[in-house]
C-alpha cells in the first residue's frame, strides 16, 4: 500500500502543480488585457487608423485559444490522465503484494 501512497501523493502534487500554474496565467492574461485596453483608451482611440486595435484583438484572441487549451490541459485531460494511472498503479500494487503473498504461502510450507 506504500507504493501506491506515494505515488497518488506524486500525482496529486502534479496536478496541484499544474492547477496552480494555470491559475497563474489566467491572472496574467487579465492584467495584460486589462493594460492593453487601458492604454488604447487613453492614448490611442481618437486615431484615426486603428492598428493598436487590432493588435489589441490579435493578442486577445490569440491569447484566448492559447488559455484554453491551458486550461483543458491542466483541469479537464489531466484528471482523466491522473484516475487511469491511479488505477493503474492501484492494480500493479495489488498484483505484487498477491505474489508477495503466494511466495509467503510456498515458504511456510
Not at 499544474?18 to 495584460?32: A, D, Q
Not at 492614448?43 to 490579435?58: A, M, Q, S, T, V
Amino acid at each position: 500500500m506504500r507504493l501506491t501512497t506515494i505515488a497518488a501523493k506524486d500525482l496529486i502534487l502534479k496536478t496541484a502543480k499544474k492547477r496552480v500554474s494555470f491559475k497563474k496565467h489566467v491572472t496574467i492574461y487579465i492584467l495584460i488585457n486589462l493594460l492593453l485596453w487601458v492604454l488604447f483608451i487613453f492614448l490611442f482611440k481618437g486615431r484615426e487608423d486603428n492598428i493598436f486595435l487590432h493588435f489589441i484583438l490579435f493578442v486577445l484572441i490569440t491569447w484566448t485559444i492559447i488559455l484554453v487549451g491551458h486550461y483543458f490541459y491542466a483541469m479537464k485531460w489531466n484528471k482523466r490522465m491522473v484516475d487511469k494511472e491511479v488505477q493503474s498503479l492501484i492494480k500493479e500494487t495489488m498484483a505484487q503484494q498477491e505474489e508477495k503473498m503466494a511466495e509467503d504461502v510456498v515458504r511456510e510450507n
